[in-house]
Structure formats: structure tokens, C-alpha cells
């Protein structure tokens, strides 16, 4: 057998049919998007076949003189991007990023304080089945219920009573802009460390859409594979190296700023060898979202994110905070009878994917929730404009006003099959 020629038809066949999928369907899960054909070439290179510990310049094996190129490449796009003078391309994934920052700026057993999982927090932001509600002590802030916003003020008055030493803002499912200035306040009165993870609204934030974390957080972390449009993975930056406050050392008892401590955070904190093919990949989103056309494209995902949100309002449905400032909305599903469960479940009959998710003060399971979330990133890559979310919309009330009658529902399949085929994927 030779390694050029494809023999493994079960896979492949799979692959295929997953493609097909992805091309007939609507795609609404505000975490996912499609990556440029030119960011899958990269992920799937030789570049697989390399072991590159350590960093450009500073690794563990040889042969690493073309790897360092690729990865210095992309460490410098992602700082131009975000206006950063300092990062770490490495992390794995989203929930590896925030990992390596922990291990990197706390010990086992002190206190964090993150955003409520149950109200639109990410699970490495404290939640007990986590890593960080396990190692460390986590207390949360949440939403109000009658605005379904943050209030700044109660996020200070339990960083008063709690004094964790990291606070983490940043959400998966929280539709408005952050005060990254007025949280850094809050940090510093109780002398904590703020951790940014901006891994849904990343691209409209490196774009200038929506408010600025890099100059007021002292660390910030994101995946790269949402708004931001790459491959899946994780990055940490900072907006300036600063000492770290914490006098935390090294195993061999050295004290060092806090770059030489993240980059430990991850290798060899939480992580083995890079995977030098995604940061390849990495690097060719990111020159992608240093584009004026990338500008046009995050944009286009903020307009229509609006006038989804508008356009289920009319319909009668309730948006967590009354709208949107982002990509994403979060659907309250209560009003209409609904569970979040039976919406999944019935849109994917017609082909259009959403996820169930947790609503402020559920009174239903994770497994159940009252909610759904929705997001603009992927259909805007289809090349989905403002019109076509009353479509969208439409497709999504139909469905759901009709989740008993099945052949309603293989009707709109049908329906939104050749609506896609005007936005083609690849
Ligand atoms: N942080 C936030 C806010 C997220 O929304 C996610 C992904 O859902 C993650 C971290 C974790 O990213 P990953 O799935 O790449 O580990």
C-alpha cells in the first residue's frame, strides 16, 4: 500500500457525507463556522507529522527551523490582530487555554470568581464537573432576572465578599458587550487578576465591534474557531507583559514574568507537543480576519444577528436581555410552550441546527432547558444577508408551531434544502 491513495473508503464516505450535511442544512449553532478552504489545506499538511516542543526558536527537537517560521508567523498575526504584545498560539482548545492560564497564575484551592454557567458561563469558568470548579474554589455572578443583564455593581459586591484571586468574564451565551473597564476597577480594588475569554465574540472584537478587552484585562484567552472563523483550537495574548502579582515561582524556584509563566502554562503545563498543523491554520485565519473583507463579513454576522432578533420578537418570542449585541441570542422558550429539548430535536428534522440550552433561572434540566441559542456566524459565511434571516426565521416558526405533524416538517426540509443551494459552501 502507498500513503498517497485513499483506502480507507468508511471514513472517507463518512467525511462526505458530514460535508453534505453541513451543506444542506441551516446552521445556527453560534459556536461553529465554516473555515476558508485555504485553513483546511493548512490543518490537514505534513506539518501533522512534526513534534515541535517548546517555542520558535526554543524547542525541544530538531527539525524545527521551518515550524518555528509558521509559528512565529502566526503569534505576530494574532497580536496585530488584537493589538497584543504578547501570545501563545499553542493551546489545543478553548477549555486548554483557560486550563494553562490557571495553572499558570493560581494554586490549588484558591478562589475564582466566573460568570454563572447556568445563566451563559462556559464550563472552565468554575462549573463543578470542571477542572476549575475542582482545583479551585469558584464563586459566580449572574444575570438579573427582570433585564436579563449583568448588573456591574453585584459583580463588585461579591469580588468584595468573596476577594477571589482571578475574576473571569467572557461567555457562551450572553448576547451584550462587556465593561472590561469598569470589571478591571473591580479587579484590582480586591487585588485579583481578570481573565477575558472572549472565544464566542472574538472576531468582532479583534475588528472593533464591540468593546475592547486587551487593554484592560491582564490576560485574555479565546478559541479560534468561532467568530474568529479558523481551525478549532485555543490562544492566550495579553495586552502587556506585566510581573506577576501573585509571586509565584517556578519549579526551580525563579520568579518570572507572567509570558514565561502562561507559556508554562502550557507546555509543559497541560499540554505535550503543539499541533503545528492547526497553528498553520491558525496563522491563515488570521491573515484571513486581518482583511478589510473579513471587516465586511463580521459586520454583516453583527446586522443580521439584529434583525434575527428582531425579526423572533415580532413573532412573539422573548429574548434573554430584549436583543442583541453580538452574534448570538438566547431564546426563552417558556412563552411558546416549548422546551429546548423538543426544539433541537424537531429542527433537525428539517435540517436546521441549534442547540438546546440553559435559560437565566431554568427551572428545566440541562438535559431539557427552556431555551435555545442561536447564532449568525456560520449562515453569514454562507453568504446570508439581512433578508434571509425573515426566511430563517420563518423556517424556525414554522417548525416549531408544527413540531407534531411530520409532514409539515418534511416540507420545510424540503424547503430549506433548496434555499441552501443558493449558498454555496465550498
Ligand atoms: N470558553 C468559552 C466562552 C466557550 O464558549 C468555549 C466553547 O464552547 C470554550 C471556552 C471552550 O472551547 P473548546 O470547546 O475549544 O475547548
Known sequence: TTLTSLHDVQIFNLIDKERQRQEHGIELIASENFTSEQVMRAAGSVLTNKYAEGLPAKRYYGGCEVVDEIEQLAIDRLKELFGATWANVQPHSGAQANAAVMLAVLNPGDKILGFDLSHGGHLTH??????????????????????????WNKVEAKAQAEKPKLIICGASAYSRDWDYARLR?????????????????????????LNDPIQHCHIVTSTTHKTLRGPRGGVIMMGKDFENPFGHKTPKGELKPMSALLDGGVFPGTQGGPLEHIIAAKAVAFHEALSDDYLAYVQQVKANASVMAKAFLDKGYQIISGGTDNHLMLIDLRSKGL????AENTLIKADITINKNMVPFD????????????????????????????????????????????????????AVNSFMTKFPLY
Do not use: C, W
Open 339 to 342: 422546551t429546548g429539548k423538543l
Open 126 to 151: 468554575g462549573s463543578p464537573v470542571n477542572f476549575s470548579g475542582k482545583l479551585y474554589q469558584p464563586s459566580f455572578y449572574g444575570v438579573e432576572p427582570e433585564t436579563g443583564l449583568i448588573d
Open 185 to 209: 476597577q473591580i479587579a484590582d480594588s480586591v487585588g485579583a487578576l481578570l481573565l477575558a475569554d472572549i472565544s464566542h465574540p472574538a472576531g468582532l472584537i479583534a475588528k472593533g465591534l
Open 363 to 414: 427551572d428545566k434540566s440541562p438535559f431539557v432547558t427552556s431555551g435555545m441559542r442561536v447564532g449568525t456566524a456560520a449562515i453569514t459565511t454562507r453568504g446570508m444577508k439581512e433578508n434571509d434571516m425573515l426566511q430563517v426565521v420563518d423556517f424556525i416558526d414554522e417548525v416549531l408551531m408544527n413540531h407534531d405533524n411530520d409532514t409539515k416538517l418534511a416540507a420545510v426540509r424540503g
